[in-house]
């Protein structure tokens, strides 16, 4: 059986677990960074969303970085600089910086929730299935490609 998935943006959360709605930003002039594997990937996130960062409103950092103070306050700076008013991160770079501010820019990270699509069998379903034809054999049979 195949079962689709895809990520979907929810919502926006602050370090001090504060919500706030997609459409927020949209709504603000922003500025964007991340380190993480696929930065385009995150940038086209912020473009569905009606948020997107140019060449000059976003920066990428290498995959798993850790910021340190100076580079936040570089970071704060370049946000001044740029007009943002608010900076958009992923949720894997919030947990890293751990402010709900950079200066007086507030910081948001994009809340990505992992659905099933509509085409897909449901997952209940599924597990179902297997649980019925595990009860039809005395072991369990796994496959492997």
Request: hydrophobic share 40%; glycine share 4%.
């Amino acid at each position: 059986e195949i079962l689709e998935t895809e990520f979907r943006a929810t919502g926006l959360v602050n370090s001090n677990g504060v919500k706030q709605r997609l459409e927020y930003a949209s709504e603000y002039r922003l500025c964007a960074f991340c380190g993480i594997g696929n930065p385009n990937s995150f940038r086209r996130t912020l473009a569905a969303l009606g948020a997107p960062v140019s060449e000059q409103t976003f920066k990428a950092f290498p995959d798993h970085h850790h910021y340190t103070d100076a580079e936040l306050d570089k970071l704060a700076e370049w946000a001044a600089a740029e007009h943002a008013e608010i900076l958009i991160v992923t949720r894997k770079d919030l947990v890293k910086i751990q402010r709900s501010k950079l200066n007086r820019i507030p910081i948001w990270a994009v809340e990505i929730e992992l659905t099933f699509r509509e085409s897909s069998q449901p997952l209940e379903s599924l597990i179902d299935k297997t649980v019925a034809l595990m009860k039809q054999t005395d072991t369990p049979k796994i496959q492997s490609e």
